[in-house]
């Protein structure tokens, strides 16, 4: 406040000068530092975990999206298709999918012959075995669902095997065909001669999406329809029971039950329940669910009920703090205008917790959609090629779930189910991301101050 | 001015609104509220004095039973409201809380629009037959608040988005839609600046022709101001009980004295 001041240093008061940082203050800006730079690092590593994570399984798994296809022309005999001639369905039933390859078989040595196309000591294994299994079977329904295409040449798309396919997405190699017994160099030169034909080409890949799962033989046909499915079953089950019975119990314990031992102790025990391992509930449900009540293995309902056990303590708790969150001043604005306590909970309580119920509803959903341990155990992990139908009673048939389809193909011998594998987890973590979003975006929505 | 008023009404009051018998208030083993023995008058202002932690807020939530949302809150004693027992099994506290409004300490509006937080407490009471009504109720709440003017062009906007002094002036407006018999005001200005807490005070003085008006101050100028009958607490004890002027001029219990003079509290 006054003109005077002192020159810096000039005394042994000098280490009080605002100019100079004393000792002790240069140590705690110090540590203050490292802290910061121990928080930057944890940061970095965390970042760069998750984007190795994430290029690893998006480069693997790009390729499930993406499936390299023939398109031929292939003549529908119907002599071989139909030979009483009246295209009655259970008679054309009859007709194995073998009929339906040998056919193809024809076509694809068609194509060869009429393009000109010479190989160097193709074999007719090269040639039989460059279309999928599978596109034996898809033909034939493909038939069965419309009988009017028999005598008829129908322009086919036709699924390639899965080593031609990887050889297209860079996984084999004419040196790896070598040494391969499911395919050779010549076949893959056959394939090259076909694509410079413009007769094979790998295009986008909705039967991913859409596809039931397939056989060891045949990854190129694998998809995750069925998990999709079976999933989205289960978090409708769990969605219908976990979020009305956790909410419902949150406000009972938070708004109305007297605070005693009694309700300390349930309190206590679902925290507990929110740390038990997931495959306790499996167990859980394998002995409650199938073995005491009856209830069909690989259904999602047994999967929806157990997930639901699972997800209740992570919406009862995060419900609870949502509540509590609420200033008690609007608990007492309202009974003290003579709102009963159901009223002051559900007119003001309530809509001012909901963005918080919202969120912990939404990341238990989310915690239940990548569950695999309990999933494993009551049956889950069956190979299922037939669609559940709509719920309910889709409900009760066999089905698959992502998280376990995912640890399915990582089972398998074929590489090419490494690429479905991580395919499958790109729609999971879409998914996820999805319900996320979700969430973030309720919240923003309802949020109110107050 | 106050002075007069005081003299005026302090001639002609006769009947209590509100009478406590050997009140006693335990949270858990602590005993809060020892032995208080009050007659709160009808249409008057009475104000709780005392320093803080005496009991006087205590003795305030019993009068609506708000202290029920406490668990360990144990109240005995009786406290009649026209002669009936407010404590008396047969009771229900939200019918009691809809003759007996409260206005707390910090402004605590719903987070909901202007109109929707005074008309909440006659619709849940079923006070209005249509929207007309309620929009009567509304008006007329908000000008008995001395609000109406400031916002009845934004009925719709929130609550929350008002001054601390309007916040406050709404919740009044809210307690006062209700249509209750009594107004429990507790500390109701201490979150406001001196200007709003003037107008809060002149609107006590107006709520005054209508309900009986009880207050809990920190401030004993507030006090002086606002109420007619004025209750000074102490540890637990109701210790001095009268006119207001007489009080704050004439003190009988030596600790009145000294709070009142500055020298506890």
């Given amino acids: 406040m006054t003109d005077a001041t002192i020159p810096a240093g000039a005394s042994p008061q000098a280490k009080d000068s605002l100019l100079v940082p004393d000792a002790r203050t240069r140590k705690r800006n110090a540590s203050e530092a490292r802290f910061r730079a121990y928080g930057l690092g944890a940061i970095v590593i965390a970042v760069i975990m998750l984007l190795i994570l994430l290029f690893t399984i998006i480069t693997d798994g790009i390729g499930a999206f993406r499936q390299t296809y023939l398109t031929i022309p292939v003549t529908l005999d119907a002599q071989q298709l139909d030979p009483s001639g009246n295209r009655d369905p259970e008679d054309l039933k009859k007709i194995l999918t073998l009929t339906y390859g040998n056919m193809l078989n024809g076509a694809v040595e068609g194509v060869i012959a009429e393009s000109g196309i010479q190989v160097a000591d193709l074999t007719e294994k090269d040639v039989n075995d460059l279309i999928s299994k599978e596109a034996a079977a898809q033909l034939r329904n493909r038939v069965l669902a419309n009988p009017e295409l028999i005598g008829q040449t129908v322009e086919s798309r036709v699924l390639v095997n899965g080593r031609v396919d990887g050889y297209y997405k860079g996984r084999v190699s004419m040196a790896s065909a070598a040494l391969d017994g499911n395919t050779s160099p010549q076949q893959l030169q056959l394939a090259d001669a076909l694509k410079d034909a413009g007769l094979l080409a790998t295009r986008w890949n909705w039967a991913f999406l859409s596809n039931p799962d397939a056989s060891d033989q045949r990854p190129e046909a694998a998809g995750v329809g069925i998990a999709i499915l079976g999933s989205l079953y289960m978090m409708l089950v769990v969605l219908f029971l976990a979020v009305p019975i956790g909410v419902a119990a949150s406000i009972y314990l938070e708004e109305f039950a007297t605070k005693n031992r009694l309700t300390d102790i349930i309190e206590v025990n679902i925290s507990n329940l929110a740390a038990v391992p997931s495959i306790v509930f499996g167990i859980l449900g394998l002995a409650v669910f199938i073995n005491f009540s009856g209830l069909p293995q690989s259904a999602p309902i047994v999967g929806g009920l157990v997930l639901t056990l699972m997800t209740l303590p992570t919406i009862i708790i995060a419900t609870r703090a949502s509540l509590k969150a609420v200033p008690p001043s609007i608990r007492d604005a309202a009974l003290g205008v003579g709102a009963s306590k159901m009223q002051s909970v559900f007119h003001h309580v309530l809509p001012l917790a909901l963005p918080g119920i919202l969120t912990g509803t939404i990341i238990g959903l989310a915690q239940a959609l990548g569950e695999t341990a309990p999933l494993l155990l009551i049956g889950m992990v069956a190979f299922v090629k037939n669609f559940p139908s709509a719920p309910p009673e889709g409900l009760f048939d066999p089905a698959s779930a992502l998280p376990v389809q995912v640890y399915n193909w990582t089972q398998r011998a074929d590489p090419a189910f490494i690429e479905r594998a991580s395919g499958a987890i790109i729609v999971l973590l879409v998914f996820l991301l999805c319900m996320n979003l979700l969430a973030i975006y309720l919240r923003r929505k309802f949020e109110r101050r107050w | ?265």
């Fill in chain 2, 1 to 265: 001015m106050n002075d007069m008023r005081i003299l005026e009404r302090s001639v002609d009051q006769t009947d209590a609104k509100i009478s406590a018998k050997d009140v006693q208030v335990y949270y858990g083993d602590k005993q809060a509220i020892k032995d208080v023995n009050v007659d709160i008058l009808d249409k008057t202002v009475t104000a709780f004095i005392g320093p803080s932690g005496c009991g006087k807020s205590t003795f305030l939530r019993c009068i609506n039973r708000m202290n029920d949302t406490i668990d360990v809150a144990r109240i005995e004693g009786s406290i009649k409201l026209d002669g009936e027992d407010v404590y008396d099994k047969r009771v229900d506290p939200v019918q009691l809380r809809a003759r007996v409004g409260m206005v707390f300490q910090k402004p605590n509006p719903f987070p909901k629009s202007i109109y929707d937080n005074v008309s909440y407490g006659p619709r849940i009471h079923g006070l209005a037959r249509n929207k007309a009504e309620l929009d009567e109720i509304v008006e007329k709440s908000l000008r008995g608040a001395a609000l109406w003017n400031e916002v009845k062009d934004r009925l719709q906007e929130p609550g929350t988005g008002l001054s601390g002094g309007q916040q406050q002036r709404l919740c009044i407006a809210r307690a006062v839609a209700t249509q209750p018999e009594v107004l429990l005001m507790d500390e109701p200005c201490s979150a406001l600046d001196p200007i709003a807490t003037g107008q809060v005070e002149e609107l006590i003085d107006q709520l005054r022709s209508e309900f009986s008006v009880v207050i809990v101050t920190h401030s004993m100028q507030q006090a002086a101001r606002v109420s007619q009958k004025t209750a000074f607490f102490h540890l637990g004890y109701l210790v001095e009980y009268g006119d207001t002027d007489d009080i704050f001029t004439n003190p009988r219990d030596p600790r009145t004295e000294s709070y009142i003079s500055g020298r506890i509290g």
